[in-house]
């Protein structure tokens, strides 16, 4: 397969972090509409991300993992998220972020531009979400409050939270062990284009619109301006949102196993990122030493890749679908010419997870999200039975795949031991003594 050359400088997109300046003021939803694909779009090309992800998911899931401990330190990041109040607890943190996860999973295994997938449902429910708190948070913080002057949630702060997704990924692949070839990386890089133009941002704010030797440029510019002076000088609130992120996760293992640390998260990104690794404790060097051991592992056996991602895809579709709690209607389908919201009356009501049942949450003078006593006892039972659903399916299968996990460690450690080692010495003592 041929390589398709870089776009040129001429087309419409940022070439470097100096270009996303001017996004600051703007709105972080640029009004594109979410039915009709922009000219760019090559579906062919588009969709090759399927397979893409179905081979790479574990790898990208722990890169995600990885950029999100760091990224809580943009100000502008935290800000927003202590600002919805969803993200201070383990609990909160789990039940966000693995719906986060599956998100992106949709995106990444479906076709966000298709208004009959799944995925195009997902992306707009997180379109409509970002809007909320958008709308929310610049009507009730006063003006000028978002680190930079600018407004929360601009056209700024959407491309550097997409750098933060996908930029370890095609700068650095070769030290995570995927080895990607630079046709692999373009169209990585063309997916997000895809769906940053799904979430709303306009094209020349785009961090993927020019290809990749403008992305990689953007994203080490991001990386050495932002990230690691930010991280050098953590915001306030960053440690909290950062331990509950990380104690979620910790939560959801058997016994609350610590398999997961901030320090040992951002080493990998330091180590990423050529710079000097942080001390750290010595439970926080095994965490980091697994990490460095798992893109070992992605390596050496990509058939470890392949299978450890199906395994992660399996646990992730077990779970109740993370677009059936979002409200529908909160983000129409259209937008009129002047960005403003079509004339369509949304709607307030709610999904059940576990039932599928569309409820009316529209609050009534009592303030009671339902129309009668019985409609409020039946919801709060659907919820239950969702949170009891969704908890014994996920303990399974992270069991099954530490299982996994362990036993495959067990099994290269035996051939490293049993197998690798005796060879060694008897290709050494062969060299020497002439003899086998």
């Known amino acids: 397969m041929s390589i398709q050359p870089p776009m040129k400088a001429s087309a419409v997109g940022p070439s470097t972090l100096a270009d996303l300046h001017a996004g600051f003021k703007e709105t972080g939803d640029c009004g594109t509409s979410n039915t009709v694909p922009p000219d760019w779009y090559d579906e062919a090309r588009f969709l090759r991300v399927n397979a893409f992800f179905q081979q790479h998911a574990a790898t990208l899931v722990v890169v995600w993992y990885c950029s999100l401990a760091i990224g809580f330190s943009l100000p502008a990041l935290l800000g927003a998220l202590v600002f919805t109040g969803n993200s201070s607890t383990p609990s909160e943190c789990i039940k966000r972020y693995v719906a986060t996860f599956q998100h992106l999973m949709d995106w990444h295994l479906g076709n966000i531009f298709d208004p009959t997938s799944k995925a195009w449902k997902s992306v707009n429910a997180v379109r409509g979400m970002h809007e909320m708190v958008r709308t929310d948070i610049n009507g009730t913080l ?109 939560d959801v293992l058997p ?23 942080p001390p750290m404790l010595v439970g926080d060097k095994i965490r980091y030493a697994l990490l460095r051991f798992f893109f070992l592992l992605v390596q050496w056996a990509p058939w470890f890749e392949k299978l450890t991602s199906s395994l992660l895809i399996f646990i992730f579709r077990a779970l109740p679908d993370p677009t059936g709690k979002t409200e529908i209607g909160t983000r129409q389908p259209e937008m009129n010419a002047d960005h403003t919201a079509a004339t369509e009356t949304p709607t307030t009501k709610r999904q059940c997870p576990f039932s599928g049942v569309v409820i009316d949450m529209k609050k009534s003078n009592a303030g009671v999200g339902m129309t009668t006593p019985m409609d409020v006892d039946v919801f709060r039972t659907w919820s239950k039975r969702a949170r009891n659903t969704r908890t014994w399916r996920f303990r399974v299968s992270v069991v099954v795949l530490l299982v996994y996990f362990c036993a495959l460690s067990a099994a290269i ?22 003899r086998p």
């Open 413 to 434: 450690a035996a051939f490293v031991y049993f197998g690798l080692i005796p060879f060694t010495h008897s290709v050494q003592r062969y060299m020497l003594t002439g």
């Open 255 to 277: 016994l609350k196993m610590k398999l997961f640390s901030v320090p040992s998260a951002l080493g990998i990104v330091f180590w990423l990122g050529d710079r000097p690794v």
């Open 142 to 250: 006063p003006p000028g409050s978002c680190p930079g002057g600018g407004v929360w949630m601009s056209q700024y702060n959407m491309a550097c939270v997409q750098a933060g997704f996908m930029g370890l990924m095609t700068t650095h692949s070769d030290k995570l062990g995927v080895n990607l070839t630079e046709q692999e990386e373009q169209d990585y890089i063309f997916f997000w284009r895809g769906v940053g133009y799904q979430l709303g941002i306009a094209d020349k704010y785009n961090l993927c619109s020019l290809g990749k030797p403008y992305t990689d440029n953007i994203v080490e510019e991001i990386s050495d301006q932002l990230v690691f002076p930010d991280i050098a000088t953590p915001p306030e609130k960053y440690y909290v949102m950062a331990n509950a992120f990380v104690d979620g996760l910790n």
